[in-house]
């Protein structure tokens, strides 16, 4: 079992609707999760982070924490073209807080 | 958040040569970590580099073929030793916490002929 999973995608969307990216992990001391961005050819950007059970909005983006299941997601409202790209959660783990990271998901916003 | 000045960006090497990344940030870090992302592949951990004391590595990679050298706290450099073309890969460097986040440099782009 992977520590981090995704499903690869590529996860088709139309322009408009929720995308909605799901990620869960194994260990269960993890403490922090972050979604990154990247699009091809470049390096990844944060998009959000959370800590905390439950629901964290930031504009058109919500991230999800579930501890006990051991699972979080991001969902995008609104879905642009311009937010096609690859997602990538990752996991602290361990006294240096390492991120341990997933595949990544590949969303295409079909205009 | 820190910003991060990566380079080269990108370079052709031949096989058996080494490469030296660079990565300059714009604050003070306790931590500096170093990744490789290989084509259409998640980031893998090299080592993590403190100032002051000798980088840790990851399962899989020896200080022989990664040295690092970290002599300030806004400054770390990876060498690729001995290179090989399995060694093509973009390699990135990254500052942060699990309080604010990580941020990353702009990647170099390595291959190896």
């Known amino acids: 079992q992977k520590e981090v999973e995704q499903n690869s995608g590529p996860l088709s969307v139309p322009e408009g609707a929720i995308a909605s990216l799901n990620c869960t992990y194994s260990?269960?001391?993890?403490?922090?999760f972050f979604w990154y961005r990247q699009y091809s050819g470049k390096s990844p950007e944060l998009i959000m982070f959370?800590?905390s059970n439950g629901d964290k909005e930031d504009g058109r983006f919500t991230a999800q924490l579930n501890k006990a299941s051991q699972y979080v997601s991001l969902l995008i409202r609104d879905s642009q073209p311009s937010d096609s790209a690859t997602y990538l959660c990752?996991?602290?783990?361990?006294?240096?807080?390492?991120?341990?990271w997933g595949a990544g998901t590949k969303l295409i916003i079909k205009p | 958040s820190a910003v991060i000045s990566q380079k080269p960006s990108r370079d052709i090497c031949q096989r058996g040569t080494s490469l030296t990344i660079q990565c300059q940030v714009d604050?003070?870090?306790?931590?500096m970590f170093w990744y490789r992302q290989q084509p259409g592949q998640s980031l893998t951990l090299i080592a993590t580099?403190?100032?002051?004391?000798?980088?840790?590595?990851e399962s899989g990679f020896v200080i022989d073929k990664f040295p690092i050298s970290r002599p300030n706290l806004t400054f770390s450099t990876l060498t690729v030793s001995n290179m090989s073309p399995e060694d093509s890969s973009i390699y990135l460097c990254s500052v942060g916490g699990q309080q604010y986040g990580y941020t990353f440099g702009s990647g170099t782009r390595l291959t190896v002929v």
């Open positions: 260990d269960r001391g993890s403490q922090s």
């Open positions: 959370i800590y």
């Open positions: 580099a403190n100032q002051g004391s000798e980088a840790t590595y």
């Open positions: 604050s003070q870090v306790t931590m």
């Open positions: 990752a996991v602290t783990k361990g006294s240096n807080y390492q991120l341990i």
